[in-house]
C-alpha cells in the first residue's frame, strides 16, 4: 500500500497551525475544482485534498495519522503495524465508525474501521455528554486472574496557537477475569463533560491481548507448541505443560505425531464454560553436536525403513 503524505498533499508543514490548513485547503481546493478547474486530472487532485482534510483537519485523526508518519520511511511498501492505535483516545462513535468508501485504501485502513470521531455539538441546554473510546494493550495474565492496572491514554487537543497536540491521562483500571478480545470495559462519567445539567459521557476501553511468547487465542481458547522429543512420541510420556494457572501434567499417546492437538480443559480464558487449552505437538531433535550423537543418528538411518515423504509420491 503506497503511503500518502496529507501534509505534502496540502502544501503545509507537518508543524502547521490548524488555520494554516484549512486555509490551504480552501485555496488549493478552489484551484482544483472540477466545475472551474482547466487541469486535467482536477477531480483526482480534488478528492485528494478532500482526503487530506478529513484527517489534518480533525485533532484526533491528525494526532494517529502523525503517530504512524514518524515511523513511515520512504519507498517503502506501507503496512500500519499491529495495533497501531493503542492508547489513544477519541471521542464519537468510537471503533467501528464510517467505512471511509469515498477515500483511497489507505485512508480506509486507518480510519474507516477503527474511528468514527464525534459531529456537531448538540444544541439543547441540557444534554448527556459525549462518550469517549480508547484501545487498550492488556496481557493475558490479567484476564486470567483478574487485575487493576494503571493505563495512560494520550488524549489529542488543540493548544492555543492551534496546533495539535497530545495530553496524557492516566486511569486505574479494574480488569474483569475472563475478558475477551474485543469486549469493553465502560468507566462511567470518565468522557466529555454535559451540557448544563447533563451527566458526562462514558470511556469504553476496547480490549486487546499483546502478543504472548508462547500462547495464541483464539475466542477462548489458547493454543500453544509443545515440543517433544522423538521417543516420547513414539513411546508415549508424561510431561509437564505451562498453563496460565500453572504447571500441569499432560500424557502423551504412544505413537503421536507432529501437529496433534491435545486438548487440556478448562485451561484456557476463564468464562461460562472456561476455554480451554491446546497442546500441538512439535517433534524437538536432538543435535547431532557429538561423536557418539552422529553415530547413533548413523544407526538409525541403518535400522528404520522409514520415508517420510512416500505420500508425495517420492
Not at 226 to 241: D, I, R, Y
Request: charge should be neutral; glycine fraction near 12%; include cysteine.
Amino acid at each position: 500500500m503506497e503511503f500518502k503524505d496529507y501534509y505534502k498533499t496540502l502544501g503545509v508543514a507537518r508543524d502547521a497551525t490548524q488555520d494554516e490548513i484549512k486555509r490551504s485547503y480552501r485555496k488549493l481546493a478552489r484551484k482544483y475544482h472540477p466545475d472551474v478547474s482547466k487541469e486535467a486530472d482536477a477531480e483526482a487532485r480534488f478528492k485528494e485534498l478532500g482526503e487530506a482534510y478529513e484527517v489534518l483537519k480533525d485533532a484526533e485523526k491528525r494526532a494517529a495519522y502523525d503517530q504512524l508518519g514518524t515511523n513511515y520511511k520512504g519507498g517503502q511498501d506501507f503496512r500500519p503495524p499491529p495495533d497501531w492505535n493503542a492508547g489513544f483516545e477519541f471521542s464519537g462513535g468510537g471503533p467501528g465508525g464510517g467505512d471511509g468508501a469515498e477515500f483511497s485504501d489507505f485512508f480506509s485502513s486507518l480510519f474507516g474501521r477503527d474511528f468514527r470521531t464525534g459531529g456537531p455539538g448538540r444544541a439543547q441546554s441540557r444534554a448527556k455528554g459525549e462518550d469517549h473510546h480508547a484501545k487498550v494493550l492488556i496481557d493475558l495474565e490479567d484476564t486470567y486472574h483478574g487485575a487493576t492496572r494503571t493505563i495512560t491514554l494520550r488524549v489529542p487537543a488543540v493548544d492555543a496557537q492551534g496546533r495539535v497536540i497530545t495530553k496524557e491521562r492516566v486511569l486505574n483500571v479494574t480488569i474483569p477475569r475472563g475478558i475477551r478480545e474485543g469486549q469493553h470495559i465502560r468507566l462511567s462519567g470518565q468522557g466529555s463533560a454535559g451540557r448544563g445539567e447533563g451527566s458526562a459521557g462514558d470511556l469504553y476501553l476496547q480490549v486487546e491481548f499483546r502478543t504472548h511468547p508462547i500462547y495464541r487465542v483464539e475466542g477462548r481458547d489458547l493454543y500453544l507448541d509443545l515440543p517433544v522429543t522423538p521417543w516420547e512420541a513414539a513411546l508415549g510420556a508424561t510431561v509437564k505443560v505451562p498453563t496460565l494457572g500453572g504447571i500441569v501434567e499432560l500424557k502423551i499417546p504412544e505413537g503421536s505425531a507432529s501437529g496433534r492437538k491435545m486438548r487440556l480443559k478448562g485451561r484456557g480464558i476463564p468464562g461460562d464454560p472456561p476455554g480451554d487449552c491446546y497442546a500441538i505437538l512439535t517433534i524437538a531433535l536432538p543435535p547431532a553436536d557429538t561423536r557418539a550423537a552422529k553415530e547413533l543418528y548413523q544407526k538409525m538411518k541403518d535400522e528404520f525403513i522409514f520415508n517420510p515423504r512416500a505420500k508425495l509420491g517420492v
